[in-house]
């Protein structure tokens, strides 16, 4: 530890009451305790054929047990692998529970994983049972089950279209719930568990290369839901929707152990489709999505705004500009007595209803960085949104503490349990980079070459994260370190902050930015949102047929041109986009362009896009493109378009 590095000392976030810690216990044992100390409150909400189905701690857990009574009998052991695929649902949930109250291990796999990823997973865990939702995630298991020897059953939760299937262990969750014996001695197996044990693989996004699988103990899951409760003074009984795939390790700490810990109340959407009305019913006072999905709410609500008449619009330009001030605390008494409270019933109390989100206490952005533009509109909104820092193996790291008004920053250190572990420390070391002596995950599975790489907590372990420690001792995430770029003229600039900055445009739903010591300039491929642009076409009179047409229309070139001057003031001279072109197709996991977790796989999208980077260098006016696409039907074809270059005026002063 180098003494001369900036250091933050632990911080401890203001506490409303003293969070319940866990005790040396492991997530099944919480649950046992739970439906003890709280029989009959209730503990998880399911929505079914539009109604809410209510199920207390103590049915819970009987729950548990009856689906861990099952998986054994059909052969899962201590430390076998139970992989799960599927929408968040209280099933999965239950079974990912059963499974660690036996000793095994759950992995979860993203419900949109093409076969490929999911035969990935299920070979290099070593998964023994799959539970599958329905047909089309039993599909992709069957046709991935010869490359996985050593899975014995499939499970499937909706038999619809599975009737006349007699695939070699597929059999369904009913079935063998009715079958299912009691086990004597699973309250002992619950007992023997220990806090170090592994309950769970999460598999990191694989954007360099073969995704690994991260160990995440009891311990570490339970010890990062105390770092959410000590900052964000999450109180018992808050609601929580469940809507965030437990493939993500977030998920684990947020979906899993913090309704354990706290305790809270779980929802489970219908279906993804209606979670923004069911969001609206539930009113959750604690909620975590990604950047893209508040940039998505953003939009909606600008969306909407399109298609207001004009007396509405300047009503809610007005709200909003009276928001971003009482968020900002510039203002009168007059402004805090009349136009203020005026201005929210007005305007800002219907947007927040409109989101789902008059109760919220504590709603997070964690996953990538949040631009402050949108952080500033949700905030102007009245909706405490905080940023969050953190990744699958140290865990979640910083988060704004209630009433924290920094968008350029990650917050400050959460508080770790301190039956688990000793404070987290930071610092930066001399390349600028965060590092951590906090509690980590396990390592990960079958690479302890990767492990090590990581460093160790004596010395400090490195998260690759280029930050700036304020005087205020917060984070402000500036790039990844081997994400900064330098150009061959010398400079030096931040893609990420380009890139987040300009998806906080509602016309932009991706882009990327590109430059590199081989170029003397940056320059953007920018993927335009089919909805807002499609909105403003219609409302300008454009005519277009397909999104390939609406990206390269004059007028939506001019509007993205815009946001990019803007975006480009923010940045020294020598860093700005001096060109971009609209994508003329929306960026795919499918087609390997995403992640599963909508993380850019940038060198899959230069390769597949070079002759766009080429016409932006060379300053072409337009560039032939053609390109393999993939159909939602799995069918493939091809793109043949004309996209155009479009060079950006200097940024204005």
Known sequence: MNASASRLAPLAAPMVTLPRTADGRTLPQLLRD???EFPDRPALRSKRAGLWHTLSWAQLFANVGKTATALHE????????????????????????????????????????????VAYVLDHSSAAIALAEDQEQVDKILGCRDACPGLAHIVYIDPRGLWTYDAPGLIGLAQILRAAPSLPDLDARISA?????????????????????????????LDNAYRLMGSLNIQPASNYLSYI??????????????????PLVLHFAEKPE?????????????????????????????????????????????????????????GGWLSRVLIWPLADQLVLKGIRDLLGLTRAQAVLSGGSGLSAEIFSRFRAFGVPLGNLYGCTE?????????????????????PSDPTIAPPMQAWRDEAGQLRLNVKAFSGYLDNPGATAEM?????????????????????????????????????????????????ADPMIREVIVIGDENRDRVVALINIDLEIAGRFAERTGLAFGTFSELSQLAQVRAEIAQAVQRVNARVDPGARVVAFANLPKELDADEEELTRSRKLRRGAIEAKYAMLIDGLYAGATSVPCEIEITYQDGRRGRLKTEVHMNPVPEAKP
């Open 34 to 36: 739970n439906a003890a």
């Open 74 to 117: 059909l052969g899962l052991k201590p430390g076998s692998v139970l992989a799960l695929i599927s929408e968040n649902c209280e099933e999965t949930w239950i079974a990912q529970l059963a499974a660690n109250c036996l000793g095994a291990v759950a992995v979860s796999i993203y419900p949109d994983a093409s076969a490929d990823e």
């Open 193 to 221: 568990a220990r806090q170090d044990d592994v309950a769970v693989y999460c598999y990191t996004s694989g954007t360099t290369g073969k995704p690994k699988a991260a160990m995440l103990s009891h311990g570490f899951i």
């Open 245 to 262: 795939s437990p493939a993500w390790a977030a998920e684990q700490f947020f979906g899993v152990a913090l309704p354990l810990l706290a």
């Open 274 to 330: 209606t979670v923004q009305k069911d969001l609206r019913e539930i009113g959750p006072e604690f909620l975590m999505f990604t950047p893209r999905q508040w940039e998505m709410q953003a939009s909606a609500v600008e969306a909407r705004m399109l298609d207001a008449s004009r007396w509405r619009q300047r009503l809610y330009h007005w709200g909003l500009r009276q928001g971003e001030a009482r968020a900002a605390g510039r």
């Open 394 to 414: 140290l865990g979640l790291i910083a988060t704004h503490a209630p009433g924290s008004r920094r968008p350029d920053t990650m917050g400050g250190l959460m």
């Open 455 to 503: 460093g160790r907590a004596e010395t400090g372990f490195e998260t690759g994260d280029a930050v700036r420690i304020d005087e205020e001792e917060q984070l402000v995430f500036l790039d990844r370190v081997k994400d900064l770029r330098r150009l061959a003229t010398g400079q030096v600039y931040p893609p990420q902050f380009l890139e987040n900055h300009l998806r």
